[in-house]
């Protein structure tokens, strides 16, 4: 599975910013998929989760309530919508995929990884 973000960017704080990843390779509908952030410093940490169904979402306690996580299986793609940013998300946001029709929250668990995408928020 090969797996790219996009949809980065700059943004004011209380803005919102949707980032999408698209996949390509194995068949997609097998396949739990993750977001992560790093920011600069920092370890890689954890932001929202799908099932493979798309019935069941996960999120982050930093993130519930702000960003909501989705899958269009006939696009091939999963998104995660965040509104109302703020500094603190500053990160570059990584997608995951794992063979696992369940959530998965640990970064070692993910099989693939797409190669990143940098968002800003200004305060």
């Known amino acids: 599975v090969q797996l790219q973000a996009s949809g980065g960017g700059l943004v004011q704080a209380g803005g919102s910013l949707r980032l999408s990843c698209a996949a390509s390779?194995?068949?997609?509908?097998?396949?739990?998929m993750g977001w992560f952030r790093q920011a600069p410093g920092k370890e890689r940490e954890f932001v929202a989760a799908?099932?493979?169904?798309?019935?069941?979402?996960y999120y982050a306690d930093s993130v519930k309530g702000r960003f909501t996580i989705s899958r269009d299986i006939a696009k091939n793609t999963v998104y995660l919508l965040m509104n109302s940013l703020k500094p603190e998300d500053t990160a570059v946001y990584y997608c995951?995929?794992?063979?696992?029709?369940?959530?998965?929250?640990?970064?070692?668990?993910?099989?693939?990884w797409g190669q990143g995408t940098l968002v800003t928020v200004s305060s």
């Open positions: 390779g194995r068949t997609f509908s097998f396949y739990a």
């Open positions: 799908i099932s493979w169904s798309g019935g069941t979402t």
């Open positions: 995951a995929a794992a063979l696992r029709a369940h959530i998965v929250v640990v970064t070692t668990e993910y099989d693939y």
